[in-house]
């Protein structure tokens, strides 16, 4: 979800900068960055964090590819600092096929 997908979502729930801040716990600061997208590529945990504020159901934690495991994995966490989030998810959606193939291959 975009920076300007979730300031469309509170802006809606009619919640301001301040309250989402009290909510998330995150600065309003940081919040406005991210949402007027600012802030190109925020943290994983600043946009949870964001998103539990506005009611947005956690991702399951069991398939969800991390900043931390990209750089378990070697990946220049720079690099990909500057791609696209089509680009982001293209990887996050590839890294999940290529490992449930693996998994399934473990099962054989």
């Known amino acids: 979800m975009t920076g300007k997908e979730l300031n469309n979502l509170r802006k809606q729930k009619k919640i301001s900068f301040e309250k989402l801040s009290e909510l998330s716990g995150i600065p309003k600061s940081t919040i406005e960055k991210v949402l007027l997208?600012?802030?190109?590529?925020?943290?994983i945990d600043t946009v949870q964090a964001i998103k539990e504020a506005l009611g947005i159901s956690p991702e399951p934690q069991n398939n969800e590819i991390t900043e931390e495991h990209l750089q378990a994995l070697g990946f220049d966490m720079?690099?990909?600092?500057?791609?696209?989030?089509?680009?982001?998810?293209?990887?996050?959606?590839?890294?999940?096929?290529?490992?449930?193939?693996?998994?399934?291959?473990?099962?054989?």
């Open 37 to 43: 997208e600012i802030t190109p590529h925020p943290r």
């Open 78 to 108: 720079e690099a990909i600092g500057s791609l696209s989030e089509e680009d982001l998810q293209l990887i996050r959606s590839t890294l999940k096929t290529l490992v449930t193939e693996l998994k399934d291959r473990k099962k054989k």
